[in-house]
């Protein structure tokens, strides 16, 4: 007896030592660890974990709009749940699932993982999230659910279906369409008033474009008719819709950059009726630059202020090009002579440059613009080795006391400049510059540049261009920190020098 109770009280210590950690919640948002997380995971079918980093600003920027996405789900009384995991406490799941940097957001269907890689806005997380699990399909029941529902995006999709099988072929089709929010409507008296169905359809509404398209034809026949008349022929530019716009299979823009004024409707009217000669095949956008947000595009096409209104070509057939008129004209003649010769390949790439400034080569480093790059960089007689940075980078900011130094330990070498270049406001030809801080070096004799990937430390530094050049540096380069020797706050920066920086990964247009 003695012994089984010992047995049953050993049992019960280690079932409780092993039991899973409760699961608790943040503004709707599930915390996850590991104790708790696989848990989770078989309880909730479908389930949205963010991966995260307490010091990571694109965390702290999705923050707010995942918790907001988070809410609106449970007030809709959805089964789909979002999670958050601070990877930096939970090692065994930042081992697992953190490969590129913060954060990283994966969508668990029955345990099943996948990227997300829609919008990270609020509305963006939970059209997605309802696209993949099929619950995108709002029912409207009033003349006024319809209009609230057509305010909420500038293009959507109703149909009017009454019979079950019709209207389970319409939901299969409503999981189908990427980004466009889908509403069924089955009165009869709701779809005559509404949407002036009289039988069986569909209607795509386009608000910039200021008309709605009717489909009354086989329902098998509806997602190929929504595919080709889904883009309106204006997209007003807005970072909610960056992806949408940008981010689909059209490969060609132009974009009008304006300020809203008399002298602007007109410009607007023009540049409509260039579009018009272009759709489908060239993808018109514009952007109000008064809107607070709509600064990052700017400075992305290399737009100055004092040109507003002015107009912009991109293309992402071959790579990522941009180009700038010639004359800024802004009649609509000239806006489509400028959309053609941008079809035809008559434009020449426009690149982003600083002014070279004054003191460009008086300091240690030498300061590189898109104007001297070539200049300086590829000088046949110079090794040349450049830091490509950001003003609002953190890994670049923490690098700066290295490369002060490595400029120190090379100023009297006439055959090695050490350089950089703020990369977000020069561009240069043939270099796509992909993570921030990216170090490469340009030898002399015009051979090909060689980019660092090593750690950024110093030693790490000076040891690559030595190998790549020979050249020794002018004094002693310390050694870095060893194990144990860091502070608590340089383990973060570390941990943060591994996560990935690129724009494309964190950052929307």
């Known amino acids: 007896m003695t012994k089984l109770f010992c047995l049953l009280l050993s049992s019960l210590v280690i079932s409780s030592c092993w039991a899973e950690e409760a699961i608790t919640e943040d503004e709707g948002v599930l915390v996850l660890t590991d104790a708790n997380f696989e848990e989770a995971i078989k309880k909730h079918d479908n389930i949205l974990v963010e991966f995260y980093a307490p010091w990571c600003g694109h965390c702290q920027k999705l923050a707010p709009e995942y918790a907001k996405a988070a809410q609106r789900l449970a007030k809709e009384d959805s089964p789909i749940k979002l999670a958050k995991v601070d990877a930096t406490e939970n090692q065994a799941l930042h081992d697992k699932f953190i490969t590129r940097g913060y954060p990283t957001l994966k969508f668990f269907q029955k345990g099943e993982a996948t990227d997300f890689n829609g919008r990270r806005d609020r509305n963006g997380i939970v059209e997605w999230l309802k696209t993949k699990t099929g619950l995108t399909l709002r029912t409207l029941e009033s003349v006024e659910e319809i209009e609230e529902f057509r305010s909420r995006s500038n293009v959507v999709i109703v149909g009017y279906y009454k019979e079950e099988k019709d209207t389970e072929q319409f939901r299969k089709l409503a999981t189908s369409i990427q980004d466009i929010p889908v509403g069924l409507v089955s009165d009869a008296k709701i779809a005559e008033k509404a949407l002036k169905l009289k039988k069986n359809g569909v209607v ?51 974009v009008l950059f304006y300020k809203q004024s008399e002298e602007t409707e007109q410009i607007k009217k023009d540049f409509r009726k260039a579009a018009k000669q272009f759709k489908g095949t060239i993808l018109f956008v514009q952007v109000d630059v008064m809107v607070e947000t709509n600064d990052r595009i700017c400075d992305f096409f290399g737009v100055d202020p004092e040109d507003i209104p002015t107009i912009r070509a991109m293309s992402r057939k071959d790579g990522l090009k941009k180009f700038a008129p010639a004359k800024n004209k802004l009649s609509s003649s000239a806006i489509a002579k400028f959309a053609e010769d941008f079809k035809a390949d008559k434009l020449s790439t426009y690149l982003k440059s600083q002014e070279i400034p004054e003191d460009w080569n008086k300091g240690l480093i030498t300061v590189i613009v898109g104007k001297n790059f070539d200049e300086v960089a590829r000088d046949p007689k110079k090794h040349v080795l450049v830091e490509f940075h950001a ?19 090379y100023k009297d070498n006439e055959n090695v400049v050490i350089a950089k270049m703020d990369a977000t ?85």
Do not use: M
């Not at 098998?220 to 960056?242: C, G, H, R």
């Not at 003003?391 to 330990?409: F, M, R, S, T």
């Open 204 to 254: 795509l509404f386009k608000a910039s474009d200021g008309e709605s398209l009717k489909f009354e034809d086989k329902l098998a026949d509806a997602y190929v008719w929504i595919e080709k008349n889904k883009t309106p022929l204006i997209n007003e530019f807005s970072q909610s819709e960056a992806n949408l716009i940008f981010g689909g299979d059209q490969k060609e823009f132009i």
């Open 391 to 409: 003003p609002w980078c953190a890994h670049c900011q923490n690098l700066i006391p290295a490369w002060d130094k490595l400029g120190e330990l």
């Open 425 to 509: 406001l020069n561009e240069v030809e043939g270099i796509t510059i992909r993570a921030l801080p990216t170090i490469s070096l340009f030898p002399k004799d015009g051979k090909d540049n060689v980019d660092f990937t090593g750690e950024l430390e110093l030693k790490e530094i000076v040891d690559f261009l030595v190998k790549e050049t020979g050249e020794q540096p002018n004094g002693e380069v310390p050694e870095p920190k060893k194990e144990g020797e860091v502070k608590e706050e340089e383990v973060e920066d570390k941990e943060e020098e591994k996560a990935s920086e690129s724009s494309e990964e964190h950052d929307e247009l």
